[in-house]
T-cell receptor, first 114, second 112 residues
Framework: DARVTQTPRHKVTEMGQEVTMRCQPILGHNTVFWYRQTMMQGLELLAYFRNRAPLDDSGMPKDRFSAEMPDATLATLKIQPSEPRDSAVYFC????????????FGSGTRLTVV | GQNIDQPTEMTATEGAIVQINCTYQTSGFNGLFWYQQHAGEAPTFLSYNVLDGLEEKGRFSSFLSRSKGYSYLLLKELQMKDSASYLCAVRPEGDSSYKLIFGSGTRLLVRP
């Protein structure tokens, strides 16, 4: 079974610290998404990539968040500096761009900023 | 803008049928998806509709009316393991972005 792998699964950090979350998409998938999930907001789209190129990151607070895809096997989401309001579950999803294709989600990174 | 509405919570009895509704207002439409998410887990793909009508897949069916901006997920012969959140997601644009915008989800509790 092909999987999207996210690390770490859990992260507790102090306010002001840098946090880096990693995602290994399914081999062959050309589209990668970063979503954030909270009880209040549900699943929010932060950024996404097609063939490693960033297509849209309008959902991210630009001053502290950055997303990159240095190669086809790795996508990263970085928060610097982190704040308590960033506490959420961050999901990576990958898939093929095209009508009818859903996306496969990773298990998520549960981030707690204290 | 994009707006996707679902009921927050529903309760149903094991063995029964439940219908979870979703209404949407988006800039363009290129498909509607339903995902299931158990507590503490990742969303998993359930169904996809792009044309009007009913799509059946085992105990789960999904319906779409594009003119009404409306979809529902129908779960038959409910089992305890169906207790989960059900997320409606719309692919809002007709271009090549293929992004998904999610509703807040409906928490379904199945009781014995």
């Amino acid at each position: 079974d092909a999987r999207v792998t996210q690390t770490p699964r859990h992260k507790v950090t102090e306010m002001g610290q840098e946090v880096t979350m990693r995602c290994q998409p399914i081999l062959g998938h050309n589209t990668v998404f970063w979503y954030r999930q909270t009880m209040m907001q549900g699943l929010e789209l932060l950024a996404y990539f097609r063939n490693r190129a960033p297509l849209d990151d309008s959902g991210m607070p630009k001053d502290r968040f950055s997303a990159e895809m240095p190669d086809a096997t790795l996508a990263t989401l970085k928060i610097q500096p982190s704040e308590p309001r960033d506490s959420a579950v961050y999901f990576c999803a990958s898939g093929l761009a095209g009508p009818g294709y859903g996306y496969t989600f990773g298990s998520g990174t549960r981030l707690t900023v204290v | 803008g994009q707006n996707i509405d679902q009921p927050t919570e529903m309760t149903a009895t094991e063995g029964a049928i439940v219908q979870i509704n979703c209404t949407y207002q988006t800039s363009g439409f290129n498909g509607l998806f339903w995902y299931q998410q158990h507590a503490g887990e990742a969303p998993t793909f359930l169904s996809y509709n792009v044309l009007d009508g009913l799509e059946e897949k085992g105990r789960f069916s999904s319906f779409l009316s594009r003119s009404k901006g409306y979809s529902y997920l129908l779960l038959k012969e409910l089992q305890m393991k169906d207790s989960a959140s059900y997320l409606c997601a719309v692919r809002p644009e007709g271009d090549s972005s293929y992004k998904l915008i999610f509703g807040s989800g409906t928490r379904l509790l199945v009781r014995p």
